[in-house]
């Protein structure tokens, strides 16, 4: 298994050398933007990349740290309890080659130009019985423009190391060869190959023998290798799964470890020529017979994926403090209709979508699963140097990705990671009336770091007997903000009615608290709405007349300004005589 940059077929011999390489970790100088932010804030990106004839950004691409969707692809190419599976891209398209455990032989996909198409699958046989039965680790590469597929499985006797010669063309029917047994194999069951130096360096597992074994082909994968038994490092017990991690010039080897549930970690400095020194990270209750593991650098983390036999599960590896720390695990779940997963692929992007293959032995069937878009953001892509501002309309982790000069030989991706916090919420309540002289708390709910009124206090709490509007500003513990207001009333106790018949009483509509707004505005309106009257709140009440003649006994509507931002009333009074 390798992680493979996904680039135009065109340019396929650029690729192959690449795409021989392991994990690699490194940092250059890209482009700058906030670590975090809040939601709904304007991002603006500062882009130093070096100057490319394109640029694609996608602000929502693919993310690890979420669950992804899975399908199931029912039983092709005569699969017979699958072992493991790769994927490669070639000029072709896209390919998978699959173990079958149970009657030694290989089932190759064709997905055309789509990681997402339904494969055409072909069943390529067992090569004369060169394939052994219990087949398990596969890997193929192209070598100076030939292909190869590597293969090793076998139990006592049978194990060994097959090689597959396609020619220049995986379509080919290939050659087989029967390597034997080197390196004192022991039912070897995962196999990772590539380019390290000057020589091809394979690298499998021993589950009988509890050790780990090293091929070395010198500069070409056609000649015989030599092996090499490395013993029980890294305290492995009934290791399978394999898969190797260069950062800093740095190589590191992850092993899973099926019996004690576990995984464990070689280091080999800066040459795999060199004898390792491991350690086990210890039994972990989300291990449960982990078999196959994979890695893959997702922006500027790294992350593992390892199938779990038993439980039909994947436990995603987290290396939040570098890849030197011991991970989190978390389990993803049975996605994809997992059965006794035995095999998972390599990560490969196509266009903005992560994807990865896995083979189920205990159903014959694969297990495709994908990492996909969001729609979280303002704008999704966008092809200028710079790009437009843009902001996230909910919290969470998102991936933020730029291709340069994609579909030329010169391609590079560059990807960043950013946080979007979610805004406090406040728990203002609703605007209120209350009456004159009344005391009213108000309080957005606690937990916030700061608080501001705009009073000017900065108490999670304020006491107001005024009326008024009363603003808040909240912030919470990441730095997001924001606003709640409530406007306060005060209980005016405007009459419903009034008697203007000259008997000393109730022959004004006029109230005392409108005494406390002198700059009030009252308007009156007859049903039909002529403005009658305009007066002031130190004018007197109005009497029931229009121009000095009383109107008649009727209902009249009223606007009232109280001149001091709070909402204007509305209602009506009526006129009895």
Known sequence: ??????????????????????????????????????????????????????????????????????????????????????????????????????????????????????????????????????????????????????????????????????????????????????????????????????????????????????????????????GSNLGNVGNINQP????????????????????????????????????????????????????????????????????????????????????TSRPDYTSVGNIGELSQPQGISEVLRQNDTLLMFVANNGNNTLSRLYFTNCEESSILNSTARTPPPFSYSEPGNYNISLILDEGDPTQEEICKNIEIYGIPESVLRDDTVITSGQIMTLDPGEGYADYIWSTGETSQTIEVDLPGIYQVTITNAQGCTAVDAIEVLIELGIPNFFTPNDDGYNDRWEWSKLALYPNAVIQIFNRYGKLLITYNGSDPGWDGTYRGQPVPTDSYWYIIDLGDGSKVRTGHVTIIR
């Open 1 to 226: 298994m390798t992680t493979r940059l996904v680039f135009q077929s065109q340019f396929l011999f650029f690729l192959l050398y690449l795409s021989a390489l392991p994990l690699t970790s490194f940092s250059q100088e890209t482009f700058i933007l906030p670590d975090s932010t809040c939601v709904n804030d304007t991002i603006q990106i500062i882009n130093n990349s070096r100057t490319a004839n394109s640029y694609y950004w996608n602000f929502c691409s693919g993310n690890l740290l979420y669950t992804p969707s899975g399908e199931n692809i029912n039983n092709q190419g005569n699969l017979d309890h699958p072992a493991f599976i790769t994927v490669v891209e070639s000029s072709e398209g896209y390919f998978s080659f699959i173990t079958n455990q149970e009657n030694g032989t290989i089932t190759r996909n064709f997905f055309g130009q789509s990681l997402l198409n339904t494969p055409v699958s072909v069943n390529l046989g067992n090569f004369s019985n060169t394939i052994p039965v219990n087949v398990k680790g596969i890997q193929v590469i192209n070598d100076s423009g030939n292909w190869y597929a590597l293969i090793v499985g076998g139990i006592g006797d049978a194990s060994r190391l097959v090689r597959l010669s396609f020619g220049g063309s995986l379509q080919n029917l290939p050659t087989s060869e029967n390597l034997g047994n080197v390196g004192d194999l022991a039912y070897p069951i995962d196999l990772f190959v590539f380019f390290d130096g000057d020589s091809w360096i394979g690298i499998t597992t021993n589950f009988a023998g509890n050790s780990i074994t090293m091929f070395d082909f010198g500069y070409s994968l056609a000649n015989t290798p030599l």
């Open 240 to 323: 399978t799964g394999i898969y190797p991690v260069k950062e800093n010039d740095q190589w590191i080897v992850f092993v899973s470890n099926m019996n004690s549930h576990s995984i464990s970690r070689l280091s080999f400095g800066t040459s795999l020529k060199n004898l390792p020194s491991g350690e086990n990270f210890g039994y972990s209750e989300l291990l449960d017979s982990p078999y196959d593991i994979t890695f893959v650098q997702n922006c500027d983390r790294i992350f593992g994926f390892v199938l779990n036999q038993n439980n039909n599960n994947i436990v995603r590896m987290d290396f939040v403090n570098g890849i």
